[in-house]
Nanobody, 126 residues
Framework: QVQLVESGGGLVQAGGSLRLSCAASGGTFSSYVMGWFRQAPGKEREFAAAISRSAGNTYYADSVKGRFTISRDNAKNTVYLQMNSLKPEDTAVYYC???????????????????WGQGTQVTVSS
């Protein structure tokens, strides 16, 4: 059983930055593709970013490309999401997710991921 715990959310003004962390336990972190998703009130959960097992490849949704950076530290079993130039429309609950089944990292579907964290709230004020 894999456990994922997000942290780092909060309230920030537009144009500001936040760094989210997701700590994993209970499995072999370095063998998982990891992703970040977000869900705004009344909307479906949507893909934000993903990173390959070795951290050599990353993939982003167009809405966050150039502003967000996903990274991972396999020695610490942790994946990060650095969010810069935040906008009010980035307000959402952010979730990290683990894909245990494959090596392809450009997976954007919720159903492609096996384990999820509980989420952390990010609120961007205008």
């Amino acid at each position: 059983q894999v456990q994922l715990v997000e942290s780092g959310g909060g309230l920030v003004q537009a144009g500001g930055s936040l760094r989210l962390s997701c700590a994993a336990s209970g499995g072999t972190f370095s063998s998982y593709v990891m992703g970040w998703f977000r869900q705004a009130p009344g909307k479906e959960r949507e893909f934000a970013a993903a990173i390959s097992r070795s951290a050599g490849n990353t993939y982003y949704a167009d809405s966050v490309k150039g502003r967000f950076t996903i990274s991972r530290d396999n020695a610490k079993n942790t994946v990060y999401l650095q969010m810069n130039s935040l906008k009010p429309e980035d307000t959402a609950v952010y979730y990290c997710a683990a894909d245990l089944r494959g090596t392809y990292y450009r997976k954007t579907a919720v159903s492609a991921y096996d384990y999820w964290g509980q989420g952390t709230q990010v609120t961007v004020s205008s």
